[in-house]
């Protein structure tokens, strides 16, 4: 006889009540599993002892081929009878696995079993509880079709003795998420142009889609006109180009433009704009050191306080207010800062002195006439 087969027969001798045995589903039959163990006859394993959540079926839970692991509850070679639990060793593997899961923070894949109020009963071997708020990262209003699928989870909580296990999908959604969002970050680089779709406006400006990642349209990157809401020049829904211009990993924050996509009106204008020029142009914001004028469209340049009036004054807006429209003369230009000085006081004393030019121009013109005239009256005379 070979070691093997004597191996055999002496397990076979030796089993006993509470045994924990290894077998085969050979047959499925009246809600009833039979078990190949190599022994003389089969266990049996009845519904009650297949699962420690109910299961209306016996297949539910196992089909013929299955390996399983199961406890000795009945032992009685007379009557050939050996009834086995499934459920209980299971409970027994369970608690040890899962305090190792939870230990190590590894993920598992659950069945759901039964859709409950307030979540989902999962078989973890033992009774696992997945709270409505931990199914998934957005609001679920009916869970009934859950029922039979098959989950991946974390545990979050673990009390053996009150039989408690609560384990949460979310929890794995929202890391693979973090995850993908990362990869994502990492690929986006400074500078580069992107097609996106406007998620969300806030007060500050409007959040975009630009490939599985937000970033921030900040409201002054939204136009190189003044923008005052958002929402006048995007709403929710909408395709727009946008250019990266900062990307803070940590953070994990980009930072948008959709203006700088578009051609600046400072490019448009460098030729047109000179020293000595004057234009007439409209207060866009008075600021205690002074007021910005656009002098072209969405052009706008300084006038510091100084150059407000040849009078001492003490505020700007004691003079000058929004939308009001006034003369100034360019002072200096910086075309790499898009940066212009003016001066109200100076256009205004370039008025004055046209305005005398003008005036001395037509004394002397009311003279010549006059003395134009007295001579023509005496030659009359001397006729």
Do not use: C
Request: hydrophobic letters at 40%.
């Amino acid at each position: 006889m070979s070691e093997e087969m004597n191996n055999e027969l002496q397990n076979i001798k030796n089993l006993a009540k509470g045994d924990i045995v290894k077998g085969r589903v050979a047959k499925i039959e009246n809600n009833q599993a039979f078990i190949d163990l190599g022994y003389k006859f089969d266990g049996i394993i009845e519904l009650r002892d297949v699962s420690n959540l109910f299961v209306e079926k016996i297949e539910d839970v196992l089909k013929v081929g299955d390996e399983i692991e199961a406890q000795i509850t009945e032992i009685n070679d007379d009557k050939e009878r050996l009834l086995l639990s499934k459920r209980v060793v299971d409970a027994l593997r369970a608690w040890d696995s899962l305090q190792a899961k939870l230990d190590n923070q590894e993920v598992l894949n659950v069945k759901v079993m039964e859709v409950v109020k307030g979540g989902l009963v999962v078989d973890v071997g033992v009774r696992g509880f997945v709270p409505a708020s931990m199914v998934e990262t957005h609001f679920v209003d009916d869970f009934s079709d859950y029922k039979g699928k098959t989950l991946t989870v974390k545990v979050v909580e673990l009390d053996k003795e009150q039989k408690r296990v609560v384990l949460s999908q979310r929890a794995v959604l929202e890391e693979e998420a973090g995850r993908q969002k990362q990869q994502a970050l990492e690929g986006v680089q400074v500078g580069a142009i992107k097609e996106g779709t406007v998620k969300r406006l806030t007060d500050f400006g409007a959040f975009v889609d630009i490939g599985g990642i937000d970033g921030l349209v900040h409201v002054s990157e939204m136009s190189w006109d003044r923008v005052t809401k958002p929402s006048d020049i995007v709403k929710e829904g909408d395709k727009v180009t946008v250019k990266v211009l900062k990307v803070d990993p940590v953070g994990e924050r980009i930072s948008l433009s959709i203006k700088e996509t578009t051609p600046s009106p400072w490019d448009k204008a460098k030729e047109g704009i000179k020293v000595g020029d004057v234009y007439e142009g409209k207060i866009k914001r008075v600021v205690s050191f002074g007021a910005f004028v656009e002098v072209l469209p969405g052009i706008e340049g300084l006038v510091h306080i100084s150059q407000i009036s040849d009078d001492h004054i003490e505020r700007p807006d004691q003079v000058l207010q929004v939308g009001q429209e006034v003369k100034v003369k360019v002072l200096d230009v910086d075309l790499k800062a898009n940066r212009i000085s003016l001066s109200i006081r100076e256009a205004n004393d370039r008025k004055k002195i046209e305005e005398k030019e003008l005036k001395e121009y037509q004394q002397e013109e009311s003279h010549s006439f006059t003395l134009g005239d007295l001579i023509g009256d005496k030659l009359k005379d001397l006729k």
